[in-house]
């Protein structure tokens, strides 16, 4: 199995900057793509980014393309979602997730991502 853990969220104004990091244990040949959701009260889950299995794709939302980045480290065990200019709407638990197929482009569906982090909640005030 694969185990993820979350860690880097907090609460911050409205143009701040926060770096959210995801470090994956155990099997690491069950870890393909690697990416992000998140959930606000009374929302559906949904995608934010994600990177392939080597770094060389990523997909993001059009709600933050621009100003987040996703990046994962040369052992593939980690990965980093740098978020600046951070807005209200931005407020969620944002949660981790693992894809174990190495495919080309990683996808946006959840239904995909086999294994989750417990999540990290991120506050933006206006």
């Known amino acids: 199995q694969v185990q993820l853990v979350e860690s880097g969220g907090g609460l911050v104004q409205a143009g701040d900057s926060l770096r959210l990091s995801c470090a994956a244990s155990g099997r690491s040949n069950m870890i393909g793509a690697m990416g992000w959701f998140r959930q606000a009260p009374g929302k559906e889950r949904e995608f934010v980014a994600t990177i392939s299995f080597i770094g060389a794709s990523t997909r993001y939302a059009d709600s933050v393309q621009g100003r987040f980045t996703l990046s994962r480290d040369n052992d593939k065990s980690k990965v980093y979602l740098q978020m600046n200019s951070l807005k209200p709407e931005d407020t969620a638990v944002y949660l981790c997730?693992?894809?174990?197929?190495?495919?080309?482009?990683?996808?946006?569906?959840?239904?995909?991502?086999?294994?989750w982090g417990q999540g990290t909640q991120v506050t933006v005030s206006s």
């Open positions: 997730a693992a894809d174990p197929r190495r495919i080309w482009p990683p996808s946006t569906a959840a239904t995909y991502y086999n294994y």
